[in-house]
């Protein structure tokens, strides 16, 4: 057997293999031991029959095919062995030439193992965001509270105005046709920002008892297509006015809100949540600018089907994700009116960024050769099961100690060290989560 490797872009080879046409020849034979067994031939048994005469009834082509199950595997095999290649994958094979008592020359495409050049990363700086948290931030966090905890209180001496929720009765009609003769009883929030429903702030200035006929544009892309892009006409009524009153910003608005003694502490106790959040948000930007720039600066080879692989991970995500709401993928397709291929086109920058930025950390890992705190590991595990609610804590125990979980946790913390290598590398020491890393 003879085996030549021709490398090619984005990760692949192509190994051509030369077979000898004694080993075929042997192939052919076992090709002929199965194929007869599942030839019915007339006037010969199941299994009977010469191979000449099932030559004549399947044709030679159909055998010498029949033998490539038999010799083109193992050969591939041999010429991986052979030539010292590591495949990422399964190849794709083409039969360049078949032929009895000739060799048989094949060609197998193999995606073979990614490559990566790490760039100067010790050179990498990068200004860390400001995460202090502002007095009016706090002040904002405190109106959210106060707005939060407002009474509705029953108006009828006033029309409404913005600021309002109103009860009202609608007939919707659509083309001048009732899409009902019974008028539906909702709640309408009048918001000069967010109004619900959309018109809501066209009822401003009824009071109750008022009827008003109220049109609106059903947009374009609208989920039902016998909807979208037409006039809906909503005739409404007053039925009830409430207006928000708002707590005062005091003491008393501290402790009706939480276990606080005072106002002080409660401004106190949002500072620190907002700071929280602000340096979450700061952190996870600072570093994918961080790794972007890792990426930028490395020479990253990886073949076609990681990406593949990925977009099939990312749909698998959504479904799920979907299917926590009680929702589906497919079912966003449909509303969206798109198809999964739309999607993976959609996703398809975002799955090459994740592949090479998990392929830059896992090679930072291996340069740096960082390796996790005694205990560090399993001290995650037992975290991972308390934090899960105590009727599920047994399947967890269960799960975190099967090795594809311990691996899979491990690897996260590795990511985890790699990332705070790169921040303190580039100066984001704030942003450093776990601490000793070796």
């Not at 018109?199 to 892309?221: F, S, Y």
């Not at 409430?242 to 910003?249: F, G, M, N, S, T």
């Not at 969206?336 to 291929?341: G, I, V």
């Amino acid at each position: 057997m003879n085996a030549v490797v021709e490398r090619a872009e984005h990760s692949q080879v192509t190994l051509k293999v030369e077979v000898e046409p004694e080993r075929l020849a042997r192939a052919t034979d076992k090709a002929y031991q199965r194929l007869v067994q599942r030839v019915t031939i007339p006037g010969f048994r199941k299994g009977k029959a010469p191979r000449k005469i099932l030559e004549r009834a399947v044709g030679t082509d159909t055998l010498y095919r029949e033998a490539l199950d038999f010799v083109m595997p193992d050969a591939y095999r041999e010429a991986v062995k052979e030539t010292g290649i590591v495949p990422y994958t399964q190849p794709e094979f083409e039969v360049v030439e078949l032929e009895p008592e000739k060799p048989l020359v094949f060609k197998a495409t193999v995606p073979v193992q990614p490559t990566v050049k790490l760039g100067d990363y010790k050179s990498l700086k990068l200004e860390p965001p400001d995460v202090t948290v502002s007095d009016a931030e706090v002040d904002e966090a405190v109106e959210n509270l106060r707005q939060a905890h407002a009474q509705l209180v029953p108006v009828e001496d006033r029309p409404a105005k913005l600021g309002d929720q109103v009860t009202i009765d609608v007939i919707t009609s659509l083309d001048g046709r009732r899409l009902s003769e019974q008028p539906r009883e909702s709640l309408a929030e009048l918001d000069s920002d967010k109004p619900l429903p959309s018109w809501a702030n066209a009822l401003a200035g009824l009071r109750v008892g008022d009827t008003k006929d109220v049109e609106d544009h059903i947009p374009d892309d609208y989920r039902d297509p016998n909807l979208a892009g037409k006039i809906a006409t909503y005739s409404v009524t007053i039925k009830a006015i409430k207006e928000r009153q708002l707590p005062d910003v005091d003491d008393e608005l501290a402790r009706s809100v939480g276990d606080f003694d005072d106002l002080a502490a409660l401004r106190a106790d949002l500072r620190r949540r907002l700071e929280a959040q602000k340096k979450t948000r700061a952190r996870e930007q600072y570093e994918s600018n961080l790794v972007d720039r890792l990426i930028d600066i490395s020479e990253i080879e990886y073949p076609a089907v990681m990406v593949e692989q990925e977009l099939d991970h990312m749909l698998r995500e959504a479904d799920n994700n979907f299917r926590r709401q009680g929702f589906s993928l497919e079912m966003f397709l449909r509303g969206s009116k798109q198809s999964t291929d739309d999607l993976r086109a959609e996703w398809l920058p975002r799955a090459e960024r994740r592949v090479k930025s998990a392929l830059a950390l896992k090679e930072l890992i291996k340069t740096e050769d960082l390796k996790l705190e005694p205990g560090k590991l399993e001290a995650e595990l037992n975290r991972i099961v308390e934090d899960t609610p105590a009727d599920r804590r047994a399947e967890a125990r269960r799960l975190v100690s099967t090795e594809r979980v311990r691996e899979s946790v491990e690897q996260e913390l590795l990511l985890r060290n790699a990332l705070d290598l790169l921040d303190r590398i580039a100066g984001g020491e704030q942003f450093v989560e776990l601490e000793g890393v070796q």
